[in-house]
């Protein structure tokens, strides 16, 4: 049974940094795709950061870019985000999640990072980004 669970959250003031950690089990990170994503009040959950276990690519959604990176750790079977140059505009509950693939082919058109992609989540944690 995959389970993830993530860890990290808080409250941080503008500009300020986080490191949410995603710890998993039934699964080896390393092995598959692990995405992050995010839903702020009243909005959809969309993806920000995904890495491709085919290849090791990493997809960032343009909020995000340049600000944020993901990482992990193979003997620790996790995976993180890191979370600099934190905006208002971050604040959401964020999700990491397995069980699909970065990138999809439907319908005739690739998607990326799409949360309906992906079938193993974690509870979600909060980031609230205010002064």
């Known amino acids: 049974q995959v389970q993830l669970v993530e860890s990290g959250g808080g409250s941080v003031q503008p500009g300020g940094s986080l490191r949410l950690s995603c710890a998993a089990s039934g699964l080896s990170v390393g092995a598959h795709d692990i995405g992050w994503f995010r839903q702020a009040p009243g909005s959809e959950r969309e993806g920000i950061a995904c890495?491709?276990?085919?290849?090791?690519?990493?997809y960032y959604a343009d909020s995000v870019k340049g600000r944020f990176t993901f990482s992990e750790d193979n003997a620790e079977n996790a995976a993180y985000l890191q979370m600099r140059s934190l905006k208002p505009d971050d604040t959401a509950v964020y999700y990491c999640a397995t069980g699909g693939f970065c990138r999809t082919f439907y319908d005739g058109t690739w998607g990326l990072m799409r949360p309906v992609d992906f079938g193993s989540w974690g509870q979600g944690i909060q980031v609230t980004v205010s002064s």
């Open positions: 890495r491709s276990s085919g290849d090791g690519t990493e």
